[in-house]
């Protein structure tokens, strides 16, 4: 029998498959399930042969766990599948990681006995297009929200429907061609601020090169705290070179938000504990600092207001305005009449969700170039060629095509964030999928639902050499069947095709998520990370300070490692 590779057409070069087995194909896909790539057979047999130790090991938590969650859950939903043994396999790894094996052995449905809780873990496209796209009012964030509530208010991301349908209609125009080409130039001076930071650390090593050992995964973080600062509220952190009381704040606030989604009882919410304990007092006042300056921007954003309609707006010549920031953008489309309150939550929202899954995709980009010099090299040919020695801009961008690959790569095997978080507003039948089960799942009211995008973007079902670097995946001849609708990259023409995503890959590939609630901040997000990239490499070669496998990884919202990701910078010399 031909196994499912050889089955089906790929893209050049080992990248993403266009066609995919359709739910008729099951019998013979199930079946070849097991041999489907070779290279997942790792994984596999370690999920095999750790299975028996789990049994065995499974302890009376799990078992009480798992009764709880059924009772509480109305009995197993329908045929799903359940990931016993959860709480302890949770236990000393990623939450993704352990969602992944069980993926492997249970299917791309499954239900997870969580404590008392039950979570449905989806990692089949068809029903994330489902959830995300189809039938997408019926779900809203719940956890999620529940977390990001104290912190964002009724922000993009947390807000119920009603809010939401009305915000995004704001917020959404304020990102157009002629912001983001203003971007592109901010983008470029911070970047340049940071490398020269760099330059200044430089020093000779025993081999005669200049070189400087950082932490690279804090550098990103400052670059991308200091952009996101401009590009929303024309605020300069300047955290790239100082530390301030807003800076400690935001760090304060972000690591607060990380702290609660890794936390699955809302602490938070009992009754005094914002007054009582330390670090909910810390947490308050962290927040009254941010509040007090976004207040203050936000008045005298007011107070400069220029009435104007969206399209004229749109036109204004961003690039020579000395504020260009959404929060300009939205108060002079509002003006008098925008709620402070909403528009602090929306721009806290951005200041957020900006920072730092931008911060984390460059770290992982950095980290899989140091491992991997030809693509670097090669990374740098396409930069000299561009850029010689000079500035990024928005026009060249669209030729950065490999370094822009580079960044979705990174952003498949390591989506940020790895889990999209739903939950069912109504009683639903999620759809078959792939899988084909015909009649699907049917799932009460309440039901929360984790979206992995980590198991899609690593689906061997999906991806040949799912686990390894390979940006060229996405480089395809455009007339040889590469992915349908993929472009290539023209913000005048088309500007959803600036990177592989959800629409092509038909829900495989979400690096921004997908359906209305995708992010409002992809192309901000893509055209920085490669502006960035490129004029690191510009002038250095990255370097690994220790062994990959000594990188550890730890999630909050993001993925990001456990020690920071210290690395060797060496001044190129032949880049000429
Ligand atoms: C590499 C960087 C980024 C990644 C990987 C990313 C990823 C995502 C994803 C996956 C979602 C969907 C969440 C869900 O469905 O639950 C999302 C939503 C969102 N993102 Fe981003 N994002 C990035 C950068 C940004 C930036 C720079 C901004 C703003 C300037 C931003 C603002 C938002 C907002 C406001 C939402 C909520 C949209 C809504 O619900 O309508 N993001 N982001």
């Known amino acids: 029998m031909a196994t499912l590779s050889s089955r089906l057409p790929t893209v050049a070069n080992g990248g993403f498959r266009t066609n995919r087995p359709k739910p008729k194909n099951l019998q ?40 709880l969650t059924n009772l509480l859950s109305g009995g197993s939903i329908g045929s799903m599948p359940i990931a016993e043994g959860a709480v302890s396999d949770l236990f000393g790894k990623p939450l993704f990681f352990s969602l992944y094996d069980w993926f492997l052995e249970h299917g791309s449905v499954y239900k997870l006995a969580f404590g008392p809780k039950a979570f449905v873990v989806v990692s089949d496209p068809i029903v994330a297009r489902y959830i995300l796209r189809e039938n997408a009012f019926c779900y809203d964030k719940g956890v999620l ?31 157009h061609a002629s912001y983001l080409q203003a971007m592109v130039k901010m983008f470029t001076d911070c970047s340049e601020r940071t490398i020269s930071k760099f330059e200044g650390f430089l ?15 804090a550098e990103f973080s400052s670059l991308a705290l200091d952009i996101i600062g401009l590009g929303v509220f024309n605020y300069d952190f300047g955290s790239i070179t100082k530390e301030s009381p807003v800076i400690k ?45 976004l207040d203050e921007l936000i008045r005298n954003a007011k ?20 504020d260009a920031s959404l929060l300009r953008f939205l108060v002079d489309m509002r003006g008098a009449d925008v709620d402070d309150r909403q528009l602090r939550d929306d721009l806290m929202t951005m200041l957020i969700a900006g920072h730092e899954t931008t911060a984390a995709v460059l770290t992982w980009a950095a980290f899989l170039l140091a491992q991997n010099p030809a693509k670097m090299r090669k990374a740098q040919a396409e930069i000299d060629s561009v850029l010689g020695q000079g500035r990024t801009t928005f026009e060249c961008l669209q030729k950065l095509e490999y370094v822009r690959l580079i960044i979705v790569e990174a952003l498949r095997l390591y989506p940020q964030p790895p889990l999209l978080i739903r939950r069912s507003l109504k009683s639903d039948v999620l759809p078959g999928g792939y899988k084909g089960d015909k009649d699907g799942y049917a799932i009460p009211a309440g039901t929360d639902i984790f979206i992995s995008v980590f198991n899609l973007h690593r689906s061997p079902y999906f991806w040949d050499r799912p686990e390894e670097f390979e940006p060229e995946r996405f480089l395809m001849p455009r007339d040889s069947g590469g992915i349908e609708g993929w472009t290539g990259f023209d913000p005048t023409r ?75 910078l060496r001044k190129r010399t032949n880049n000429h």
């Open 28 to 67: 013979s896909r199930t079946s070849q399930n097991f041999k489907v790539s070779k290279n997942r057979c790792r994984i596999k047999c370690e999920t095999a042969s750790t299975e028996e130790e789990r049994r065995t090991s499974r302890n009376l938590l799990d078992k009480a766990s798992n009764l």
């Open 303 to 322: 107070e400069t207001r220029q009435e104007t309609d969206v399209e004229k707006l749109q036109q204004r010549d961003y690039l020579n305005l000395k």
């Open 494 to 568: 088309s500007p959803g095709a600036m990177y592989p995503n959800e629409i092509i890959s038909d829900f495989a590939f979400l690096p921004f998520g997908g359906g209305p609630r995708k992010c409002v901040g992809d192309q901000f997000a893509l055209m920085e990370s490669t502006v960035a990239l490129a004029m690191l490499l510009q002038k250095f070669d990255i370097e690994l300070k220790g062994s990959p496998e000594s990188v550890e990884l730890v999630t909050g919202a993001t993925i990001h490692t456990k020690n920071g990701l210290w690395c060797k």
């Open 203 to 217: 020093s000779m090593d025993s081999e005669g090169s200049d070189t400087v050992e950082l932490d690279l995964e």
């Open 145 to 175: 929200a529940d977390i990001l509530e104290p912190i964002m208010g009724k922000g993009l991301i947390p807000a119920d429907l009603e809010t939401w349908k009305q915000r995004r209609r704001v917020v959404a125009p304020s990102f």
């Open 249 to 293: 704040a935001v760090y304060g606030t972000l690591f607060e938000a990380e702290h609660r989604s890794t936390f699955y009882i809302p602490y938070w919410k009992l009754p005094l504990s914002s007054w009582i304990v330390p670090r909910q007092r810390k947490f308050r006042r962290d927040l009254k600092v941010i509040n007090d300056c």
